[in-house]
């Protein structure tokens, strides 16, 4: 085989790599990894390293650590890194960090609206954060992140750690690090709305991936349900008016 087609060939493999370890079609939203791949065949090694976003302005993002080590949330570029050591969480405010999975995205204006919500799971939050993206004129066959503020009435999370896991399975990497369940919380939640990456960066059966961190920046993790019933603030991307 000559050298100029072992280049080309060279080429279009890394294009494909590339292709399958970010999804850059959406101007909005990128992700690094594939949910599945890190769950069912545990490809645990990183595909983001946090230091290349530590000056991204407007960041807003989050993910597993390497090796599945611990939680990732950004908000407007500051980071929290939940980690799971002896039975207590760890955050550390830290770029200094790799990322199995990362979802990101970039939002400089923000539309943000106060509302009375009464949702009982994730199923209800989903088909009400898609109500308010269409009335704010967002396309929700593309993936956009939104923010809610507020007290959730009820939020069960998870910090992974499959460092210290009895078994290779999603189940018992959950079960390995730290678990909750929260009543009248005051938290500030991430999340991101997709109903093209199932397996991808939200769970099968879901079109949502939530994070959350407490008040007092003591408590991170991943939302795994959550209740609502009163008023929050709901921000989404700010679109221009047609």
């Known amino acids: 085989m000559s050298s100029f087609k072992s280049y080309i060939i060279l080429i279009l493999l890394t294009i494909t790599f590339c292709a399958f370890s970010q999804d850059t079609s959406n101007?909005?939203?990128?992700?690094?990894?594939i949910l599945r791949e890190i769950m069912r065949e545990q490809k645990l090694d990183a595909n983001a390293d946090l230091r290349d976003f530590a000056h991204t302005k407007n960041l807003y993002a989050?993910?597993?650590l390497e090796g599945l080590a611990g939680e990732i949330l950004i908000i407007n570029?500051?980071?929290?890194?939940?980690?799971?050591?002896?039975?207590?969480?760890?955050?550390?405010?830290?770029?200094?960090?790799?990322?199995?999975?990362?979802?990101?995205?970039?939002?400089?204006?923000?539309?943000?609206?106060?509302?009375?919500?009464?949702?009982?799971?994730?199923?209800?939050?989903?088909m009400e954060i898609k109500r308010m993206a269409l009335a704010n004129n967002?396309?929700?066959?593309?993936?956009?992140?939104?923010?809610?503020?507020?007290?959730?009435?009820?939020?069960?999370?998870?910090?992974?750690?499959?460092?210290?896991?009895?078994?290779?399975?999603?189940?018992?990497?959950?079960?390995?690090?730290?678990?909750?369940?929260?009543?009248?919380?005051?938290?500030?939640?991430l999340g991101f709305y997709s109903e093209n990456h199932q397996g991808i960066f939200t769970h099968h059966g879901s079109f949502l991936h939530l994070h959350f961190k407490d008040r007092d920046d003591t408590k991170m993790g991943h939302v795994d349900n959550l209740m609502l019933n009163g008023s929050v603030t709901v921000m989404l991307p700010k679109t221009e008016k047609p």
């Open 138 to 189: 967002i396309d929700t066959s593309e993936a956009f992140p939104f923010l809610i503020k507020g007290t959730a009435k009820q939020l069960e999370w998870h910090v992974i750690n499959a460092a210290e896991a009895s078994e290779k399975t999603h189940e018992a990497f959950k079960e390995a690090g730290l678990k909750g369940n929260d009543m009248d919380q005051n938290v500030e939640i």
């Open 62 to 64: 989050m993910g597993a």
């Open 27 to 33: 101007s909005l939203v990128s992700h690094y990894g």
């Open 77 to 126: 570029g500051q980071p929290f890194n939940g980690i799971a050591e002896n039975g207590k969480l760890r955050i550390e405010k830290s770029f200094e960090r790799k990322a199995t999975l990362l979802v990101s995205a970039q939002v400089t204006d923000w539309s943000e609206t106060k509302v009375e919500v009464n949702v009982g799971d994730l199923k209800e939050l989903e």
